[in-house]
């Protein structure tokens, strides 16, 4: 029994890595602009897009036709080879391979110039709006951001490969000393796991330990008073916004090989996430976070069969059911401020 | 309540009445006059208003008005299937099951406002669709969507007649609501929502809910209940989302789960914004060009692009075809969303805002003195 349970345990945590980070880019966001962003889960989705945009560059090839060999129906054989395998040889070979967590190199810099583009053209202008006109703005953002990636990269989900390396189970069960093969564990969403994790921490050492952080937590706690002392509190926030684009961007890169990306993939993702905002309590940073990886843990246990018989179908409301008695409840979620937000 | 209607009102009406009767004749000239479509437009219609007593009035943005839709759909289906062809009673039940999911999910969501509101009620018609596309499938068919079909019981009719041999198909006492028989059925329901909500507009309780809208802290102070006052307008605008959705189903016998989808709620938020929020004619407007354009737009194709852009020269026009392809056909939700964003951005008010402006431009422009254009700023509607 323990077994099945720590299963499911980790079962839950790559689908909760995935909540929390969009989560954790979701409060930045409104913990510093005051922003409700729907257009949060298309950035998660214009991540995963970057890893196959990425794909489609390194495997760029040429085709030449070889006259003396034929392919099986006869026609003479298309050689295709990647140009970088033709550039570098053996390394080109281990670049496209790895290509997934190597398109993180270009999600960065496109992220963060898209997250400070949306901010500085449509979002700014947003502040002073009351919520449900940001909610709809950002909401029509979502359509037109989806529907340029359905422009270019068409409606079908795109598959994208794992390194060959990683694509084992990892025999958790036996690393722990317990009996070999009970625990184990795909390597990729342990890395996935590990990867939220380090994400995490860094957002929250870069927010704790650095000058800059120190400035924007103040500007989080008193906006106006952090612009009176002289800080330019505004162009801070901008790069915040960039920060929670690149988070959303990253963390749609990992998750790619887990679920091929589609254009819708960004809203279905969002309209949790939001949930797990809620349910961590609105602007607070940690709450998101917990909440993420809680949600995922317990939809990966409402999706046993044994809970399943109980009662039938929990597994497709379980995160819904949790947010509507959070709200009901305690309505600044989990880890929220008193006062933010609690209307 | 009790006061009569205005002279304003009463011209309004009947403008709205004869636009909507004539319109098979008033939409041959954009290529929609068939009952297909302006029966979308009728139904569309009927949720965009409903939508806009909830949001118009009260500022309650709802995101999931798309579950009433799919509740009086999967209702007026299962009346179809056990009771009767008619489509009476197949309204009357859709508008009472959808009312009694309005009251539940709206007594739950009024409980809280602004953004955990549109949070509450996203995750109760989430919880719809996820359900009726897993356990439900018992009522709602799954993925395949409901049906008729020849071996449904429907007690009613067998209680007074024979089943008629051939596939059954919903009426009206045994008057068929195909073809334009099915527009003007719609239409009538279209018109007798919009009096409703011309008359909730005006009357004591519509100036409550806009009340809540600007101040509801201080309607509060003042000793009113506003909970009652909003449920009310919930329920009543659930309502009209379910007689829509039955309606849909008269028209194209299919309950499917994919009408409860956010994207569906999306939809209805979008006709209502791109009218005008908390106009009476908006809605409406909003409703029949976002459906215009979905029918329009979508049927677009690199042929019709290339003969519309015909008068260029061949590099030239394979650069446009392109570039427009991506705005039309597949991609007409491109344009929408655009469009959205820059409605919100710049008109937050919708069409009628934009109308609004036009018409005290001309104003100014006619006379040249302020009060014509403060004159105009108060539009009949």
């Known amino acids: 029994m323990f077994e099945v349970i720590f299963l499911q345990f980790l079962n839950g945590l790559d689908k909760g890595s995935a909540?929390?980070?969009?989560?954790?880019?979701?409060?930045?966001?409104?913990?510093?602009?005051?922003v409700v962003n729907f257009a949060h889960g298309a950035l998660f989705m214009l991540g995963c897009f970057c890893a196959v945009a990425f794909r489609r560059l390194l495997t760029l090839e040429t085709v030449t036709i070889d006259p003396e060999k034929l392919s099986p129906w006869g026609q003479p054989?298309?050689?295709?080879?990647?140009?970088?395998?033709?550039?570098?040889?053996?390394?080109g070979a281990i670049l496209v391979n790895y290509s997934v967590p190597l398109s993180l190199l270009l999600t960065v810099p496109v992220m963060l110039l898209v997250g400070v583009a949306m901010e500085r053209g449509l979002i700014k202008f947003f502040y002073k709006r009351p919520h449900a006109e940001?909610?709809?703005?950002?909401?029509?953002?979502?359509?037109?951001?989806?529907?340029?990636?359905?422009a270019f990269f068409g409606p079908n989900p795109h598959p994208q490969p794992m390194p060959t390396d990683l694509r084992g189970a990892a025999d958790i069960g036996a690393w722990l000393g317990m009996r070999a093969g009970v625990i184990t564990y795909p390597l990729w969403r342990l890395i996935y796991f590990l990867f939220a994790v380090s994400i995490i921490g860094a957002v929250f050492a870069f927010l704790q330990f650095t000058t800059f952080g120190m400035v924007v937590r103040a500007g989080m706690a008193d906006r106006e008073t952090v612009g009176i002392l002289g800080i330019d509190i505004d162009r801070r926030f901008t790069i915040m916004f960039g920060i929670a684009a690149v988070v959303a961007g990253m963390a749609g890169v990992m998750y790619t090989p887990l679920l091929p990306p589609n254009y819708t993939l960004g809203m279905d993702f969002l309209v949790i996430s939001f949930v797990v905002v809620v349910v961590g309590g609105m602007g607070s940073l940690p709450g998101a976070v917990t909440a993420g990886f809680l949600l995922g843990i317990l939809q990966s246990f409402a999706s046993m069969t044994q809970v399943k018989a109980i009662f039938p179908g929990i597994d497709q409301i379980i995160i819904y059911l949790v947010a509507v008695v959070i709200l009901l409840v305690r309505p600044r979620g989990l880890m929220g401020r008193r006062g933010v937000m609690e209307a | 309540m009790t006061s009569s209607m205005s002279r304003n009102d009463i011209i309004l009406f009947a403008g709205f009445a004869a636009v909507v009767l004539l319109l098979p004749i008033l939409a041959t000239p954009f290529g929609a006059a068939y009952p297909d479509l302006l029966q979308r437009f009728m139904i569309f219609g009927i949720f965009a208003i409903g939508f806009n007593i909830l949001f118009g009035l009260t500022g309650y943005l709802s995101f999931g008005h798309a579950a009433f839709f799919g509740v009086g759909s999967y209702a007026a289906m299962w009346s179809f299937k056990l009771l009767s062809l008619n489509a009476v009673p197949a309204l009357l039940f859709a508008l009472i099951v959808s009312g009694i999911f309005a009251l539940a999910i709206g007594y739950v969501s009024l409980r809280r406002s602004g953004i955990y509101f549109s949070i509450l009620t996203l995750a109760f018609a989430q919880m719809c669709y996820n359900l009726a596309y897993s356990v439900l499938t018992p009522i709602t068919n799954g993925e395949t969507g409901l049906r008729m079909a020849m071996s449904d019981p429907r007690y009613l009719d067998r209680m007074f007649f024979d089943a008629a041999p051939g596939m059954p198909v919903p009426s009206l006492f045994g008057m068929s609501l195909g073809g334009w028989n099915g527009f003007y059925f719609s239409a009538f329901f279209l018109l007798a929502t919009f009096f409703l909500a011309m008359r909730i507009s005006n009357s004591p309780f519509g100036?409550?809910?806009?009340?809540?809208?600007?101040?509801?802290?201080?309607?509060?102070?003042?000793?009113?209940?506003?909970?009652?006052?909003?449920?009310?307008?919930?329920?009543?605008?659930?309502?009209?989302?379910?007689?829509?959705?039955?309606?849909?189903?008269v028209t194209d016998p299919l309950a499917g789960a994919e009408r409860m989808r956010w994207t569906a709620?999306?939809?209805?938020?979008?006709?209502?914004?791109?009218?005008?929020?908390?106009?009476?004619?908006?809605?409406?407007?909003?409703?029949?060009?976002?459906?215009?354009?979905?029918?329009?737009?979508?049927?677009?194709?690199?042929?019709?692009?290339?003969?519309?852009?015909?008068?260029?020269?061949?590099?030239?026009r394979e650069v446009a075809v392109t570039i427009s392809s991506k705005f039309v056909g597949e991609g007409w939700h491109l344009s929408l969303g655009l469009v959205f964003v820059l409605i919100v951005v710049f008109l937050p008010g919708g069409i009628m805002e934009g109308a609004r402006r036009i018409a005290a431009w001309f104003g100014r422009m006619g006379n040249g003195s302020k009060r014509a254009s403060e004159a105009r700023a108060q539009p009949a509607e």
């Open chain 1, 19 to 34: 909540y929390a980070l969009i989560a954790l880019g979701l409060t930045i966001v409104f913990g510093t602009l005051g």
């Open chain 1, 134 to 150: 940001q909610i709809l703005v950002t909401f029509g953002l979502a359509i037109v951001i989806g529907e340029l990636v359905k």
């Open chain 1, 77 to 91: 054989l298309q050689v295709r080879e990647p140009l970088v395998q033709a550039w570098f040889g053996d390394f």
């Open chain 2, 265 to 316: 709620s999306g939809e209805v938020v979008l006709m209502t914004i791109l009218g005008g929020v908390g106009t009476l004619v908006g809605p409406v407007l909003g409703a029949w060009i976002i459906k215009y354009f979905e029918n329009i737009f979508s049927s677009f194709n690199a042929n019709v692009l290339n003969s519309f852009y015909s008068f260029l020269p061949d590099g030239v």
């Open chain 2, 207 to 249: 100036l409550m809910l806009k009340g809540i809208k600007s101040n509801q802290n201080r309607m509060n102070y003042t000793g009113f209940n506003t909970r009652p006052y909003t449920l009310s307008a919930f329920v009543i605008s659930g309502m009209l989302a379910g007689l829509a959705g039955a309606l849909l189903v």
